[in-house]
């Protein structure tokens, strides 16, 4: 049975739950997904809430906020994954809080780790949690700019395993991440795959309608605020400009549309992409995790979030 997960960043946003297929929509153009039946097809059963983010640490919850997502899920009968970015050694130390939330409130909840160092310090010392690979850990082709992918796959056998696989695909990672006790891959669709590979020792779960492109930790939206000479300077403040200014990038260059949400440049499924996925997930048992209620999107389809390169 497909499992459908949404990852929200603020208890309020439990309530809307319910509206995940019209907000789905709203990705989209009336003309894109005309006689589309995946919005249905994913059904309104919440199985699993994702609380944190995987790309910036200032996006993270407080104690407060974590809190009471962690009881609205435990209120709702619903399962809690919590996102961890790429951290430093005083990042886990800030973050040791919210993981000794996880542990008394929901020892036996998932969290998911983006870097070699937060998952093996999380496995000594939170045995109880279960353990994610995040999708920064799986590299592959994403770049918006490559024109003729079908064309450039039919050059020779490396080039089609560039376009179709990823880390995560490998046979000897896999077996790795079972010795260090990851449970499940946290994947993208990939912009020009031709199908979605899985594990047969490993949980898969994939997210919609956006796969990320890149990321980076100094954020271009959190210098918005800044005076001239602090624009481009990592700091540890930050205005969360993010929360409310998600940009549509627009370039004759780019295959597919792409977006920026703080410092990571995303990509929207196209709606072919995300009618197989629904498939792939509904045949394959797949989690499919819905972060749409993350990246608001009213200001990504035009207007004042439009721009263009």
Same mark, same amino acid.
């Given at each position: 049975?497909?499992?459908? *997960?949404? +990852?929200?960043? $603020? ?11 019209? +907000? =789905? ?5 009336? *003309? ?9 097809? @994913?059904?309104?059963?919440? +199985?699993? /809430? ?12 407080? @104690? ?22 790429? @951290? ?8 040791? =809080?919210?993981?000794? #939330? ?8 998932? /969290? ?42 039919? !050059?020779?056998?490396?080039?089609? *395993? ?7 695909? +490998? ?23 031709? $199908?979605? #590979? ?33 624009? !481009?300077?990592?700091?540890? $403040?930050?205005?969360?400009? #993010?929360?409310?200014?998600? =940009?549509? @990038? ?49 200001? /990504? ?9």
């Amino acid at each position: 049975m497909m499992e459908l *997960a949404v +990852h929200i960043r $603020k208890p309020q946003q439990g309530a809307g739950l319910n509206e995940i297929q019209n +907000h =789905l929509l709203g990705f989209y153009e009336a *003309a894109d997904i005309q006689n589309t039946d995946w919005g249905g097809k @994913l059904g309104r059963s919440i +199985h699993r /809430i994702y609380v944190g983010d995987e790309f910036c640490a200032n996006r993270l919850p407080t @104690l407060a906020e974590l809190e009471d997502i962690l009881q609205f899920a435990a209120t709702e009968n619903k399962e809690t994954t919590f996102l961890t970015p790429p @951290l430093t050694n005083d990042g886990l130390d800030a973050c040791s =809080l919210l993981f000794d #939330c996880l542990k008394n409130m929901r020892p036996s909840a998932e /969290i998911v780790a983006n870097d070699w160092g937060t998952l093996l310090f999380l496995k000594a010392g939170y045995p109880s949690l279960r353990l994610a690979a995040g999708r920064l850990l799986d590299k592959g082709f994403k770049d918006p700019r490559l024109q003729d992918a079908d064309r450039l796959s039919l !050059f020779s056998p490396e080039t089609e *395993a560039l376009l179709n696989a990823s880390t995560f695909d +490998h046979a000897g990672f896999q077996e790795k991440m079972v010795e260090l006790g990851v449970s499940r891959l946290e994947r993208d669709v990939f912009p020009y795959a031709r $199908k979605l #590979c899985g594990s047969p020792r490993l949980g898969i779960s994939v997210y919609f309608p956006l796969g990320y492109v890149t990321t980076g930790r100094v954020c271009w939206t959190a210098t918005f605020a800044q005076k001239p000479a602090g624009m !481009f300077v990592a700091s540890g $403040k930050c205005a969360r400009t #993010c929360d409310t200014m998600p =940009l549509r @990038l627009r370039s004759d260059d780019f295959s597919f549309p792409v977006i920026q949400n703080g410092n990571t440049l995303y990509y929207l499924y196209s709606a072919p992409m995300m009618a197989s996925l629904v498939e792939v997930a509904r045949n394959q048992n797949l989690r499919l995790v819905y972060q749409g209620f993350a990246l608001l999107p009213p200001l /990504i389809k035009g207007g004042k979030g439009d721009l263009t390169t």
